[in-house]
């Protein structure tokens, strides 16, 4: 992604008295959609020499008809940005360009964006914000929504009903960006790097949960034991002897039973029960 100025395509600076845009909430995105077939046509190429060659031919064109500063930004198949009217007012869309700010898509008719015009598309969309021409929240519409134009293609959905746009145009249409263009991409987060060398696990393959256990007989009792849930079953000599299982529970050394894991509330187990343990209850 490289940002041009001006100069690079031959686009005069605005003068100062241009107005300038202000936090518009709105960004339109157009193509070229010059229709051009044979294989080395304009506004095919990602051949970033081509590309520069499109953008002055683009730039001509507009200073030549009058429009020097047609659109804000103009965007290469190559994923460079050309600076046209940048922060300035452009004239992309009648009776709305004080209300948005417009990129061209260099493309030729029918062409989809490329990886790297979809890349570049969303840093100007962030360098807009840090400019201020853009809101923070800006939204993202295809040209047609705003005036009666098949503009910009392949690079929206198909034009729908009409509406009561802004511009006051009668013609203008409802309808959306492709999802590459409105849609924040996502990174999948990182995989794990697989351990060459895993360190072993203290844990059996078979692991009971220890609970602790009450006698159901008296619950004013206040002895409590630790059961495997199998065959062992020990009385805790004291408050320390428990914490030690708990501490042992938060390393990872064994595992307490999450609904009978505390001194108050234990598994309640018959007195006759916990005879067959040993236990006298
Ligand atoms: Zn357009």
Redesign the pocket.
């Known amino acids: 992604m490289v940002l041009h100025a001006r100069s690079v395509i031959g686009t005069p600076t605005p003068p100062a008295s241009r107005p300038k845009l202000r936090q518009v909430r709105v960004l339109l995105a157009?193509?070229v959609g010059v229709a051009t077939n044979e294989e080395r046509g304009r506004y095919r190429s990602a051949d970033p020499k081509r590309v520069l060659d499109d953008a002055r031919a683009a730039a001509a064109y507009g200073v030549a008809a009058g429009k020097p500063w047609e659109y804000s930004w103009m965007l290469g198949r190559d994923g460079s940005v050309f600076t046209q009217a940048g922060e300035y007012r452009a004239s992309?869309c009648l009776n709305f360009n004080d209300e948005s700010a417009g990129v061209?898509f260099l493309n030729a008719l029918g062409l989809a964006p490329t990886e790297a015009q979809i890349e570049a598309w969303w840093f100007l969309r962030g360098h807009a914000v840090d400019l201020g021409v853009l809101a923070a929240d800006h939204e993202v519409w295809p040209?047609y929504r705003y005036r009666a134009?098949s503009?910009?293609g392949v690079l929206a959905t198909t034009p729908g009903a009409r509406w009561n746009a802004p511009s006051g145009d009668p013609g203008a249409r409802l309808g959306h960006l492709i999802d590459a263009l409105t849609v924040p991409a996502v990174l999948p987060p990182p995989l794990p790097a697989p351990d060459p060398d895993p360190i072993p696990s203290p844990l059996p393959e078979v692991f009971r949960m220890l609970i602790i256990v009450g006698n159901d007989a008296n619950h004013s009792d206040p002895r409590r034991w630790v059961w495997d849930g199998g065959s062992v079953m020990r009385l805790l000599t004291s408050e320390a002897d428990y914490n030690r299982l708990l501490e042992r529970d938060r390393v990872g050394l064994v595992k307490l039973h999450p609904a009978f894991s505390t001194l108050a509330s234990p598994f309640w187990m018959a007195a006759s029960e916990l005879r067959e343990y040993g236990q006298a209850a």
């Open positions: 157009h193509e992309h061209i040209h134009t503009c910009p």
